[in-house]
């Protein structure tokens, strides 16, 4: 007998939970700018607990002190983020959307991260022209069909040895479904056509299932 897909998202979603339990503490000011992206009427799509926190570990791990993020709803990875750097260091995000921007503002003030985060306003292509090396470690999280775009200017501003982390890669497994070509989904089939073959990074994808489904993202180290 298959098990219904709701059947299996419940599975992820009480695995997920169990595993937090146990390694991710309570965290109100994480809770609250969640909440405050609901009331906003945001779409709730930005990175799992235990993903946000892989982000965080990702950046202690090389001591990361600039970090740029393309895509910051609410600022939820943001946090995550901006938590990883030293007081010194600093969070580039970069978002279209002005009502977007008002919250995460907001829940930047929250967190006590207001001076290590800045924000710029705008289509994130234009945003990026603007910016010069060198970051340690960009997460591309924004509109899929320009992550070809992200990822050249995410090569270009990330330092060697840095990381580069690409959200939302996997789609349910329908990327590699060529009878599919929903834009999305041929958002990253460009991306993986860019990154073939190119001698500057060494990536691989990583497939998750949790709270947010089944998806994955692609972790790569700039050469
Ligand atoms: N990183 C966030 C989730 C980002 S959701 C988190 O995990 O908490 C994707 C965001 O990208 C949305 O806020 C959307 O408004 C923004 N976005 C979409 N197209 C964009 C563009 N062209 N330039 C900048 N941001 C864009
Ligand atoms: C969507 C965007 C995301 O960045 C994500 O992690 C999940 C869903 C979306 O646009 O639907
Ligand atoms: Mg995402």
Request: hydrophobic share 40%; proline share 2%; net charge negative.
């Given at each position: 007998m298959s098990t219904s897909s709701q059947e299996l998202q419940a599975?992820?979603?009480?695995?997920?939970?169990?595993?937090?339990?146990?390694?991710?503490?309570?965290d109100p000011i994480l809770s609250t700018a969640l909440q405050n992206s609901d009331d906003a009427g945001l779409d709730r799509i930005a990175v799992s607990q235990s993903?946000?926190?892989?982000?965080h570990l990702f950046a202690r791990s090389i001591q990361a002190k600039r970090i740029l993020e393309v895509?910051?709803?609410?600022?939820?990875s943001t946090i995550w983020l901006a938590r990883a750097v030293p007081q010194d260091g600093e969070v580039v995000t970069l978002e279209l959307e002005e009502e977007h921007v008002k919250v995460a503002s907001k829940n930047f003030a929250l967190a006590g991260l207001s001076e290590k985060i800045k924000i710029i306003v705008g289509p994130a292509a234009q945003s990026l022209e603007t910016l010069r090396p060198s970051f340690d470690l960009a997460f591309i999280d924004a509109d899929?069909?320009?992550?070809?775009?992200?990822?050249?200017?995410?090569?270009r501003l990330v330092?060697?040895?840095?990381?580069?982390i690409i959200d939302n890669v996997v789609r349910q497994g329908l990327v590699a479904d060529t009878s599919r070509t929903d834009e999305r989904i041929e958002g990253v089939r460009a991306l993986l056509r860019a990154m073939k073959g190119d001698e500057e990074v060494d990536a691989t994808t990583v497939a998750?299932?949790?709270e947010k489904g089944y998806d994955g993202l692609i972790f790569a180290v700039r050469k």
């Amino acid at each position: 007998m298959s098990t219904s897909s709701q059947e299996l998202q419940a599975n992820w979603t009480r695995s997920d939970q169990y595993h937090n339990a146990h390694l991710i503490p309570e965290d109100p000011i994480l809770s609250t700018a969640l909440q405050n992206s609901d009331d906003a009427g945001l779409d709730r799509i930005a990175v799992s607990q235990s993903q946000g926190k892989l982000l965080h570990l990702f950046a202690r791990s090389i001591q990361a002190k600039r970090i740029l993020e393309v895509g910051t709803l609410g600022g939820y990875s943001t946090i995550w983020l901006a938590r990883a750097v030293p007081q010194d260091g600093e969070v580039v995000t970069l978002e279209l959307e002005e009502e977007h921007v008002k919250v995460a503002s907001k829940n930047f003030a929250l967190a006590g991260l207001s001076e290590k985060i800045k924000i710029i306003v705008g289509p994130a292509a234009q945003s990026l022209e603007t910016l010069r090396p060198s970051f340690d470690l960009a997460f591309i999280d924004a509109d899929k069909q320009s992550n070809a775009i992200y990822y050249q200017h995410a090569k270009r501003l990330v330092r060697s040895g840095g990381i580069i982390i690409i959200d939302n890669v996997v789609r349910q497994g329908l990327v590699a479904d060529t009878s599919r070509t929903d834009e999305r989904i041929e958002g990253v089939r460009a991306l993986l056509r860019a990154m073939k073959g190119d001698e500057e990074v060494d990536a691989t994808t990583v497939a998750t299932v949790g709270e947010k489904g089944y998806d994955g993202l692609i972790f790569a180290v700039r050469k």
